[in-house]
T-cell receptor
Framework: QKEVEQNSGPLSVPEGAIASLNCTYSDRGSQSFFWYRQYSGKSPELIMSIYSNGDKEDGRFTAQLNKASQYVSLLIRDSQPSDSATYLCAVKGNQGGKLIFGQGTELSVKP | GAVVSQHPSRVICKSGTSVKIECRSLDFQATTMFWYRQFPKQSLMLMATSNEGSKATYEQGVEKDKFLINHASLTLSTLTVTSAHPEDSSFYIC???????????FGPGTRLTVT
């Protein structure tokens, strides 16, 4: 089992819709969870971090964490074509604070 | 905000040569830097963790004699790909952890092509 799993997609949504991205992780002791956005040929950029169960909202983005289910998600409201990118879920474990990445979900927002 | 730079951004080298990639934290001190590699359509794979003034810790399957990492100061880490081969062609990304805040910031990446 991979440490961090995501659906690779591609996930296609129309402009203005809600995009829902999901991620599961295997290390129950993980404490920190992150969503990164990566455009083709570029380095990842941090969108959201979440550390406790529940929802965390930042503008059009909402991260949700459920530690009991070992599940973290990212919702993007009012999706825009500029949101088209690969979204990487990352989990920080207890071993030296390493960030472990999922394989990423490719999101395409159609005008 | 915190900035991490990498140099060069792109490099093409011949098979058998060595290439050095620099990673610098520009406005913060980084006791720990991480080196990742990303192949096309794949995720970031952690190669090694480097701590200032000590030897790097390599992930399983990463050859420490091929990927030499030096973290000589609180703002600079280098990755040297020795005797490069075409299969080493990849996108190499460093990340630096702020000594004060523990936040982790990514560099812009280095595209290595070995011909």
């Amino acid at each position: 089992q991979k440490e961090v799993e995501q659906n690779s997609g591609p996930l296609s949504v129309p402009e203005g819709a809600i995009a829902s991205l999901n991620c599961t992780y295997s290390d129950r002791g993980s404490q920190s969870f992150f969503w990164y956005r990566q455009y083709s040929g570029k380095s990842p950029e941090l969108i959201m971090s979440i550390y406790s169960n529940g929802d965390k909202e930042d503008g059009r983005f909402t991260a949700q964490l459920n530690k009991a289910s070992q599940y973290v998600s990212l919702l993007i409201r009012d999706s825009q074509p500029s949101d088209s990118a690969t979204y990487l879920c990352a989990v920080k474990g207890n071993q030296g604070g390493k960030l472990i990445f999922g394989q990423g979900t490719e999101l395409s927002v159609k005008p | 905000g915190a900035v991490v730079s990498q140099h060069p951004s792109r490099v093409i080298c011949k098979s058998g040569t060595s290439v050095k990639i620099e990673c610098r934290s520009l406005d913060f001190q980084a006791t720990t830097m991480f080196w990742y590699r990303q192949f096309p359509k794949q995720s970031l794979m952690l190669m090694a963790t480097s701590n200032e003034g000590s030897k790097a810790t390599y992930e399983q399957g990463v050859e420490k004699d091929k990927f030499l990492i030096n973290h000589a100061s609180l703002t600079l880490s280098t990755l040297t790909v020795t005797s490069a081969h075409p299969e080493d062609s990849s996108f190499y990304i460093c990340s630096a952890r702020d000594k004060a805040t523990y936040e982790q910031y990514f560099g812009p990446g280095t595209r290595l092509t070995v011909t």
